[in-house]
């Protein structure tokens, strides 16, 4: 995979000055994830025919919002009337669902596709294309997660989206439940879609 | 506990009464359970003040409808407009959701507070009133239930109701979990209303 030879017709800049960009927000450590996610999201992107150059985006820009402050998520929310439900979560659920916003505002990426995948990409959701797919997954799997099962992750990945769909929306509605964290309703939509039997 | 002392003034019908309308619609066995719930909650209701009635009542009719059929179930969601996500799930969330129409409509309850706690009654909600969680509670622990992890039931409900729903909420995700059986949304609301951490 050349990364390099992906020319963005659907933003207004380069793959370089993109990542620019999304450095200047971001601390080392999390920016270096992103380029393994990107790296990972590009390899799932070839393997099952999905748009690189969305991939490639949606992966650079996924967390781009993670290191917003609570207080600006909170604002963003209340000034696009958002589900006021959303109040009651935190950054893990905001830099996806409510991060699209800043996205979309602030690099002036206006394609519907990359958004919902950036939106998604940390619940999932009962309907997910091809590219929200990828984005969920490539976060997961990226080289550098250690966890245990990441090795039977990049596995299910290998089989299918939807398997690699399903076995980290199990394992982290698990890893939740055992940390009596909050679940986004959505997780479970997408846990009744991709996991449960019917 | 005398439970042949309490006068019903809430509904159209004696306590015997109602106990025969309830056996004609259920299986030995399933009716045995049901007494068996009522007493259960008897006991909640006596030690958390709620009232006794009321208890009795809801605990006698939470199965009521556990045997009708799908068939008459889906007819009903239909006939009454309700969320036709519900039709993706079965019998173990309709019985309580759907239930309360039945119960309403064929034994003249009209009481908002019983038909809540029989609509709530395997999900749980966002606000539970002490009538909910009572009968919630009742259902999974009544002296028929053995399963592990019962016992401590038994003492979380001792403790507070609060804390026998938590208890039961977050075992009955983990067993559905297991099960790889699908969530209804209303169970995560519950869970993160009296299970996750704030």
């Excluded at 963005?8 to 800049?13: G, N």
């Excluded at 996610?37 to 390899?43: C, D, F, N, P, T």
């Excluded at 935190?90 to 996806?96: K, L, M, P, V």
């Excluded at 590219?131 to 490539?138: E, G, H, P, S, T």
Aim: with cysteine.
């Amino acid at each position: 995979m050349k990364m390099t030879n992906i020319v963005y017709q659907k933003a207004p800049f380069t793959r370089e000055e993109l990542i620019k960009k999304v450095q200047n927000r971001l601390s080392e450590k999390r920016f270096a994830h992103v380029l393994r996610v990107e790296k990972a999201a590009l390899s799932l992107a070839e393997k099952y025919q999905v748009n690189l150059e969305q991939a490639s985006i949606a992966a650079l820009v996924h967390d781009y919002a993670k290191e917003i402050s609570d207080e600006d998520f909170i604002k963003k929310i209340k000034s696009e009337n958002l589900d006021v439900d959303l109040l009651s979560f935190g950054n893990a659920i905001w830099h996806g669902v409510v991060g699209q916003y800043f996205v979309a505002e602030e690099l002036g990426i206006c394609d519907q596709a990359i958004l919902q995948a950036v939106a998604s990409h940390t619940t999932g959701s009962s309907e997910m294309s091809d590219l929200d797919k990828v984005i969920y997954i490539a976060d997961y799997i990226e080289e550098g997660r250690d966890f245990p099962g990441v090795k039977e992750a990049r596995q299910q990945a290998n089989i299918s989206l939807d398997a690699g769909v399903s076995y980290e929306t199990y394992h982290t509605i698990k890893y939740l439940l055992e940390k009596k964290v909050k679940i986004y309703p959505k997780t479970i939509e997408t846990y009744n879609r991709y996991v449960a039997r019917t």
